[in-house]
Each structure stands twice: as C-alpha cells, then as structure tokens.
C-alpha cells in the first residue's frame, strides 16, 4: 500500500540526513556531559518512577506558558508574567531531563532529529525569559516574544512527540541501576498492609 508523503515527513528525512545537523548534535553532546553527571543519569531519567520523567515534566513549562497566553489575552499582564517566570524555572529540570535521555540515543538520524528538539526547547525557553524580562518596559515586545516563543514550542513539542511516539525514544521501562538493600522494617509492613 502507497502511503501518501506530506512536508512533516519530508522535514523529518531533511534532518536526520542532514550532516550540517551533526555540529548541533556534538553541541548538544557536549551540554549533555557537562549537565548530567553519573550521579544525576538515573535520577534524571526516571529510573525512580520506572519511566521517562522527561515527557512528564515538559507539561509544566508549557502549562505555565499557555496559561500566560490566556492572561495576556484577558489583560492580566502581572500574572501572565509570573507564569513565563515558572516556565522558565521549569524549563530548566525539564531540559536537563531530556539531556540525559539524549545520553541514550545511539542512532545517528535519530540524534540529529533529537538535536533539533534540545535547540529548539532551549530558544524556546530563552525567548520566554526574553519576554519576562521585557515585560516591565516594553509590553507590546514582550508578547511580540511570548508569540514567537509559543510558536516555536509548537514545532518543537511536535519534533519530541515524534522522536517519543515514532523513534521510540524514551520508552521503555526504567529500574533502578542497584536495587536498593532489603528493609526488614519496610518489608514488615508492607507484609503487613
């Protein structure tokens, strides 16, 4: 069966084909061995949780930025812009959450594809900062940086849905690297629940 190709596709095959994107991918490899330590790897890939914690905590982020959007549009300037402000702290576990998840990432097309989703979440981020920060004197260039920003978390949160749902990245149960030693008090009571 013929499938039809549409451009989402045809801009997916640019990227992982690209070599150009390779010195994004080794920027990338470079912020990902200086942020998640081997002490911070299994924490921040939710080896915790049993699962990826990187998708789980994107929705903060984009929640608060979202919510900005609304307040900006029913006049509530001050409180839109304490949202940006959470996003932006919450962009930051966020990030270094799908930093340590890149760690995994072997396949060379898959990388490159992965590199155009930690770009464009980082700009994203920084232009809601940009935003935050001009909020104060220049309202009209603020939600002129709010727009652009939520456009691009748009694009980029569809390259990370791609990169979960299609590639697979990410998926996948987690265990702890060492399990923890028996607890007679622990296993007492859960035996006892």
């Known amino acids: ?66 919510g900005s959007t609304v307040l900006d549009l029913t006049g509530d300037r001050r409180g839109a812009r304490r949202l940006i402000l959470a996003g932006v702290v919450a962009a930051v576990p966020t990030i270094a959450s799908g930093l340590a998840e890149w760690r995994r990432i072997v396949d060379t097309k898959t990388r490159r594809l992965a590199s155009v989703h930690a770009t464009g979440a980082s700009l994203t981020t920084a232009m809601y900062a940009m935003s935050w920060w001009k909020r104060g004197r220049h309202p009209l260039k603020a939600t002129g940086w709010s727009l652009a920003a939520g456009a691009t978390a748009i694009v980029t949160g569809w390259v990370g849905g791609h990169l979960a749902l299609v590639d697979g990245v990410g998926g996948g149960r987690r265990e702890p690297r060492s399990a923890a030693p028996a607890d007679p008090l622990v296993d007492a009571i859960a035996a006892a629940v």
């Open 1 to 66: 069966m013929e499938t039809t190709r549409n451009f989402r596709d045809e801009a997916v095959e640019r990227i992982e084909s690209s070599t150009a994107v390779d010195k994004l991918a080794r920027v990338v490899d470079e912020a990902s061995e200086r942020v998640v330590t081997p002490a911070l790897r299994g924490p921040l890939r939710g080896d915790w949780m049993g699962h990826a914690l990187h998708p789980s905590l994107t929705d903060i982020p984009l929640g608060c930025w979202i």
